[in-house]
């Protein structure tokens, strides 16, 4: 599966309790479309893990466009006030870096 969205923040490099390391992020993915003929738009919000190698994390800036290989999974939780809700998640097998992120560089 691919997806292309924009990172909305930094990505975070964290261990795990067996020592391994994995790099977590966020994309937003933008979808435009026409409703009653107004101009609508909706972004749904993925979380990413790649576990490959934690030497991407610095290239993963907020407003980086990346396009992403690998495969979805749904994770059921429920919030604080009792209603059940559900995050997605990207188990991220292959990045390609699309474009700048917003971020100047130093």
């Not at 924009?6 to 964290?14: E, G, K, Q, S, T």
């Not at 992020?25 to 749904?44: D, H, L, M, P, Y």
């Not at 994770?75 to 390609?96: K, Y």
Request: hydrophobic residues 35%.
């Amino acid at each position: 599966m691919e997806i292309t969205g924009r990172l909305v923040a930094d990505a975070i490099v964290r261990t795990t309790n067996n020592d391994k390391e994995v790099t977590g992020f966020r994309v937003a993915i933008n979808r435009r479309f026409k409703s009653n003929g107004e101009q609508k738009e909706e972004t749904t919000y993925v979380d990413c893990a790649y576990w490959r190698t934690a030497k991407i994390a610095p290239y993963l800036t907020k407003g980086l466009l990346v396009q992403l290989y690998g495969h979805m999974t749904a994770q059921p939780w429920v919030s604080r006030d009792g209603e059940p809700m559900a995050s997605l998640n990207f188990h991220t097998n292959e990045i390609t870096l699309l474009g700048a992120s917003a971020k100047k560089s130093a």
